[in-house]
């Protein structure tokens, strides 16, 4: 999954990068290359909804030409989260369904157990195969807000006032 967006760049290109460093820094990415046009930054990737809309990013890349600013990034913490979302749980399902029937069987010696344990294994499969996609677009959209946010503020950045 990859991102790109621009915009133009009002400010210096030195005090643009040495935001985007700080910025990116203090979210746990660190500097892999930096050219005299181009900046690029390494991060950890998100494990978590819960952690900052940037970790969405595993690579950011900007850089200057010609007055414009361009940020390219790989969304692999997006990409975790997404398959995350649609391996866990149906790896949950089969666990419970598997624990229901063998429960469900020992106790129970009529066959009416089978309806009931399918009928919630295929209600919750049902309900992860239409929340889980609303998660990921969630997760990948606020990576992009939060991508755009800091390619609008590194842009300005060393602008006079």
Known sequence: MRYRSSTSLTGDVGGAFDLA?????SQSFHLTSRRGTSVAF???G??????????GAT???????????ELEADLGGVRF???????????????????????????????QWHVSVVASIVGN??????VAP???????ARTVKALDTLLHNVASAGQAV
């Open 21 to 25: 460093l700080t910025s990116l820094a």
């Open 42 to 44: 390494e991060g950890p």
């Open 46 to 55: 998100m494990r978590s909804t819960n952690q900052s809309a940037l970790l």
């Open 59 to 69: 690579t950011i890349r900007l850089a200057a030409t010609a007055g414009q600013l």
């Open 81 to 111: 989260l997404t398959r995350r979302l649609f391996i866990f749980p149906l790896a949950l399902l089969a666990f419970l369904f598997i624990t229901f029937a063998v429960v469900y069987s020992a106790v129970f010696n009529q066959e």
């Open 125 to 130: 499969a049902l309900l992860w195969l239409v």
């Open 134 to 140: 609303i998660i990921a677009i969630a997760v990948r």
